[in-house]
C-alpha cells in the first residue's frame, strides 16, 4: 500500500464527485474506482464532510440510488 494511499484515494473521491457535477456518483462507484470497500468510502466521505468540504447526499432520484455530489 503506497505510504499515502488514504489521501490520494480521497482526493480522488473528491475529484470523481466535482466531475459528476449534477448527477452526483454513487458509493459503489466510488468502491470500484478506488478499488476498496464501500464501507470505506463512507468513512472516507464523512472524514471528508467533517473536514469541511461541501459534499452531501442526494437521495432525490428516482432510482433510489444515494448519489453524492458538491
Known sequence: MPRNSEVIRQ???????????????????LARLTGVTTRTIRR???????????????RSRDDGRTRWIM
Open 44 to 58: 472516507d466521505l464523512q472524514a471528508l464532510e467533517e473536514s469541511g468540504f461541501p459534499i452531501y447526499d442526494d
Open 11 to 29: 482526493w480522488t473521491v473528491l475529484r470523481e464527485i466535482e466531475h459528476a457535477r449534477g448527477a452526483g456518483v454513487t458509493i459503489d462507484d
